[in-house]
């Protein structure tokens, strides 16, 4: 990842931004700071603002109230053309009626003030990875959806502007590309020292590309850190909600707390053990106190299937069992929702359906005390 200096002024600076429309607030009082040099994702569920405040940016909107300042001169009012910006949305812009080549060449000569061709190993490598080498004399009419949209983002990376606003860019590309085009983005960035905001909804994606991931959500700022410290230290149950695949896991005893299901770690639960055992827990590698306070869930397996590399378990925690004959290891559990837990193949082989089972887990997400929304 790159390191911005602290030193210079941020690419981006908003303060207190607003707007309305009519009497709908769409951002109330953003603040968010993109550094110089910085690749930093603003992530939020669908209407939550993101391209409203990237319009903002842009110069394409005004906005109601607030300031933003970019490279620490005041643009609030600067118009769109001479902020310095490149700008790709969701629907591909391009010029029509020159072909792909024009359109690449066209971008370059912004950077180098002058018409000259395509040149350098890494504009060549963005065409291949973004799989236009054999497009190039072909106008944009010709292309797919998806190749417009390559070739937009390629015309905003060799336009080289000091800032660029990427607004879910990937979004319609087919699996395989993305990946791949990921890896490139975010190599031309670093090495061309570029400002970037980038929105998405993928928090897979954020946490891949990003230095740091500001999350939005209703027009406000969550929270804004680095991957790590979102994933591991979240503010609040949306935050929290939006990192990991399957969602957290949300109980309330003995008190509210969240648990990522693909952090859980199945053992066996035999039945002379009503609780976890010393043994239990020597052989997943934590002391008893550990094993005892890790221990999240006990149930019976409801189903077991096979989605692409893992294996899913629906644990049902609803259901009354007995271990044994002695009617003290009998176990009603209150009901709630039926955990999915993903782990690799080799880990689960031993459960079958209607089998009991117990999950463990190290990293056990708890909340502010005010911070619960």
């Given at each position: 990842?790159?390191?911005?200096?602290?030193?210079?002024?941020?690419?981006i600076d908003c303060k207190g931004l607003s707007f309305r429309v009519g009497n709908v607030s769409i951002l109330d009082q953003v603040d968010l700071v993109v550094r110089a040099g910085e690749f930093h994702a603003l992530l939020g569920p669908s209407g939550s603002g993101k391209s409203t405040l990237l319009r903002l940016i842009a110069g394409l909107e005004a906005s109601t109230a607030g300031s933003i300042e970019l490279f620490g001169a005041n643009a609030t009012s600067t118009p769109a053309h001479l902020r310095r910006i490149a700008y790709v949305t969701q629907s591909a812009s391009t010029y029509d009626h020159l072909s792909v080549a024009e359109n690449l060449q066209s971008a370059s000569?912004?950077?180098?003030?002058?018409?000259?061709?395509?040149?350098?190993?890494?504009?060549?490598?963005?065409?291949?990875?973004?799989?236009?080498?054999?497009?190039?004399?072909?106008?944009?009419?010709?292309?797919?959806?998806?190749?417009?949209?390559?070739?937009?983002?390629?015309?905003?990376?060799?336009?080289?502007?000091?800032?660029?606003?990427?607004?879910?860019?990937?979004?319609?590309?087919?699996?395989?590309?993305?990946?791949?085009?990921?890896?490139?983005?975010?190599?031309?960035?670093?090495?061309?020292?570029?400002?970037?905001?980038?929105?998405?909804?993928?928090?897979?994606?954020?946490?891949?590309?990003?230095?740091?991931?500001?999350?939005?959500?209703?027009?406000?700022?969550?929270?804004?850190?680095?991957?790590?410290?979102?994933?591991?230290?979240?503010?609040?149950?949306?935050?929290?909600?939006?990192?990991?695949?399957?969602?957290?896991?949300?109980?309330?005893?003995?008190?509210?707390?969240?648990?990522?299901?693909?952090?859980?770690?199945?053992?066996?639960?035999?039945?002379?053990?009503?609780?976890?055992?010393?043994?239990?827990?020597?052989?997943?590698?934590?002391?008893?106190?550990?094993?005892?306070?890790?221990?999240?869930?006990?149930?019976?397996?409801?189903?077991?299937?096979?989605?692409?590399?893992?294996?899913?378990?629906?644990?049902?925690?609803?259901?009354?069992?007995?271990?044994?004959?002695?009617?003290?290891?009998?176990?009603?559990?209150?009901?709630?929702?039926?955990?999915?837990?993903?782990?690799?193949?080799?880990?689960?082989?031993?459960?079958?359906?209607?089998?009991?089972?117990?999950?463990?887990?190290?990293?056990?997400?708890?909340?502010?005390?005010?911070?619960?929304?």
């Open positions: 990842m790159t390191s911005p200096s602290t030193l210079d002024p941020p690419a000569a912004l950077a180098q003030k002058g018409s000259l061709p395509i040149r350098t190993s890494l504009e060549s490598e963005l065409i291949d990875a973004f799989e236009l080498r054999t497009k190039l004399h072909l106008k944009p009419p010709q292309l797919s959806g998806g190749q417009q949209q390559r070739l937009a983002i390629l015309r905003a990376l060799l336009s080289q502007r000091p800032l660029l606003l990427l607004d879910e860019p990937l979004a319609h590309l087919q699996e395989s590309l993305k990946h791949p085009i990921r890896q490139v983005l975010h190599r031309w960035i670093t090495q061309n020292s570029i400002a970037c905001l980038y929105v998405t909804h993928d928090s897979q994606e954020a946490s891949e590309l990003a230095d740091r991931i500001t999350v939005i959500d209703q027009g406000h700022m969550l929270q804004s850190g680095s991957p790590t410290e979102l994933y591991r230290s979240p503010n609040c149950r949306t935050v929290a909600e939006l990192f990991g695949r399957p969602c957290i896991e949300w109980f309330s005893i003995p008190h509210p707390m969240g648990l990522r299901p693909q952090d859980w770690i199945p053992i066996t639960f035999r039945e002379e053990l009503a609780d976890l055992s010393i043994a239990e827990g020597t052989a997943t590698g934590l002391t008893h106190i550990e094993a005892e306070r890790a221990v999240i869930a006990r149930g019976i397996i409801r189903s077991i299937r096979q989605i692409e590399s893992s294996l899913w378990i629906e644990l049902d925690t609803g259901s009354d069992f007995t271990l044994g004959s002695n009617p003290r290891k009998t176990h009603s559990l209150a009901a709630q929702s039926m955990p999915t837990i993903v782990r690799p193949t080799n880990e689960i082989s031993q459960f079958a359906v209607g089998e009991l089972a117990a999950f463990i887990n190290r990293s056990i997400i708890e909340l502010p005390a005010r911070s619960t929304n």
